[in-house]
C-alpha cells in the first residue's frame, strides 16, 4: 500500500449519505456546475492535480458474481459520496489548503455526508478525513519526480526550444545568439531541477525507502550513474592548461 508516489499524493474518501438526502447533493452538484466561482479557490490551488465528487447510490456497486460463484450483494443502507484527488505536498498541507481556500464549497459537495462537520474549523474536518480516507493500493505516477509546476515548466522550456529551432537555419550566428539569450533570460523561472521532495513526513520516507530495493532490481546500476552523474556536476570547473587563458 502506497499513497506517495516521487512528490504526488493520492487520497480517496468515501463517505455515507442517507438515500433521503442524496438528491440534495446531486441538485449542490448541478449548482456548483452553474456557479463554477463558488470552486474558484479550488483552480487558484495548483499543487492539486485534480479533484472529483462522485455520488454511487446503494445499488450501483459491482457485483462480483461469476457462473457457479455466485455472490450476493451486502444490503446496504447508505448512498455513498467518492472523493478522489491527487496533489503534491503532505497529507496535513493538503488538507490545510483546501479548507482556507474552500471552505463554503466543501461544505456544499459534502452537506449530505453522515457526520460532515463542516471544513472549519480544521481539527474535526482532519478527522472526518482520516477516518473515511481508503488507502490506495496501487498508485501509478508517469513523471514521480515532477510536481504539476514541474511538467508546465517542462512544457513551456519545449515550446522554446522548438520555437529555437525553427529559427535556426534562418539566423546567421549572431542573431540565432540574441535570439538564444533571449530565450534562455524569459525561462530562468523555468528551470527548476525535478527530484524528490524534501521528506516532509515518515509516511514519505519510508515509502521512498521501501520503493528503492524494487527500482535497484528494475533499473540496475541507475543508482550509480546517478551518482556519478551528481559528482561531476558539483565539482569545480577544470583548471586551464598553463599559458592559456583570456588575453
Known sequence: MSNVSG?????????????ARTWINRFLFMMTRALPDKLAGLIGLRFI???????????????FSVPGNPQHRDPLHNDYMLFCSNFNGTWDQYIDAFSDALPDGLDLLWYSSTKYPHSIPISPFKSYIRANQVDTDYYYNATPGGAQRDI???????????????????????DFAVAWRNALVSLQNELG????????????????????????????????????AAAAAAAPPAAPPAGEGAA
Not at 162 to 168: G, M, P, Q
Open 193 to 228: 531541477a525535478t527530484g524528490e521532495a524534501p521528506v516532509a513526513s515518515n509516511d514519505t520516507a519510508a515509502s521512498d525507502a521501501n520503493r528503492l530495493p524494487w527500482v535497484d532490481k528494475a533499473w540496475p546500476g541507475a543508482k550509480r550513474e546517478l551518482a556519478t
Open 152 to 174: 508546465k515548466s517542462g512544457l513551456r522550456v519545449r515550446r522554446a526550444i522548438l520555437a529555437l529551432a525553427e529559427v535556426h537555419g534562418s539566423h546567421d550566428p549572431a
Open 7 to 19: 512528490k504526488a499524493y493520492a487520497m480517496n474518501v468515501v463517505t455515507p449519505m442517507r438515500p
Open 49 to 63: 492535480h485534480f479533484a472529483r465528487w462522485v455520488i454511487i447510490r446503494r445499488d450501483q456497486w459491482p457485483d
